[in-house]
């Protein structure tokens, strides 16, 4: 029998998008993006949970010290708390700040933070919509 | 298709627990477990959920009665509901009381009172420290 442990941490920041394409009318963003491309912004309170799953170090019985991951989640984090994304944050200049893209940005940023660890981040958006991102290899995800 | 039919019970418990390894001297302890590290420890409102798999009994309809293993539950969390998991829990004499390790412990507790059981068996801890912070534990 193969022992399974996930530590799953949540961390929480609220930013505000417009999700519209430059060319377009507002119009045709009201048409595409509906409420969410309103040319004012909106804004989310957002989840980020982040999943790490391996053995428990023998010396200290944990997978990985939380404060670990606070120092490397946080200032990631830090950078989108409190911003227009698609204003402020250079990569949403370029990309969309649609949860997915928001989530992929999170992935590039942390991924390399976290060594050869697997990771599963699950982004929540609303209370009713989440993305989630993780690697093949770690697919089934059971947990 | 084979399908899995899963049940969860919830229930919560207090209880502290301290990150520090007597055989250590202090400087290793804080190089170890950081703001966490104090002899005295600390303490959480925990939220355990334990998930079993079994078949649905056509007659009751259930899994398993959720009133036994609400029993259960209770009777396995008396030696760690308001608790100094590392003082007053002989299993964490040895053990370090982190999330993990009794989300470990728990596995093991409730797959022994199961095994028996005829009805389900354990599929899945899961320990919530805090409501931001939880661990898995399984085995497959």
Redesign the interface.
């Known amino acids: 029998?193969?022992?399974?442990?996930?530590?799953?941490?949540?961390?929480r920041f609220s930013a505000a998008h417009r999700l519209y394409v430059k060319g377009f009318s507002d119009e045709e963003n009201a048409r595409i993006f509906d409420a969410c491309s309103n040319p004012n912004g909106h804004g989310h309170d957002y989840y980020l949970e982040c999943r790490i799953s391996g053995d428990?170090n023998p010396?200290?019985?944990?997978?990985m010290?939380?404060?670990?991951l606070d120092r490397i989640v946080d200032p990631v984090i830090g950078e989108l708390d409190n911003k227009r994304l698609d204003v402020e944050v250079a990569y949403f200049r370029e990309y969309q700040p649609t949860g997915e893209n928001i989530l992929r940005y999170l992935w590039e940023r942390l991924r390399g933070q976290l060594g050869d660890r697997q990771i599963h981040l699950r982004l929540s958006e609303t209370s009713s919509s989440y993305f989630e991102y993780f690697e093949e290899s770690n697919y089934p995800y059971?947990? | 298709m084979a399908s899995r039919k899963l049940l969860t019970k919830k229930m919560e418990f207090s209880a502290s627990h301290s990150y520090w390894r007597p055989e250590w001297n202090e400087e290793r302890n804080k190089d170890m477990f950081g703001k966490f590290a104090s002899p005295h420890g600390h303490g959480h409102n925990y939220s355990l959920e334990v998930t079993v798999e079994g078949e649905i009994d056509t007659e009751t309809g259930m899994i398993v009665n959720l009133y036994d293993l609400k029993t259960l539950m209770k009777e396995v969390l008396i030696d760690f509901d308001h608790k100094h998991l590392n003082k007053d829990n002989p299993r964490f004499e040895k053990l370090i009381p982190t999330t993990e390790n009794v989300a470990k412990v728990l596995w093991e507790i409730f797959q022994e009172k199961l095994s028996d059981n005829g009805q389900c068996s354990l599929y899945r801890i899961r320990l919530y420290e805090t409501p931001d912070l939880y661990v898995d534990y399984w085995r497959s």
């Open positions: 029998m193969r022992e399974v442990i996930c530590v799953t941490k949540r961390y428990i010396e200290t019985g944990m997978l010290n939380p404060e670990e059971e947990c």
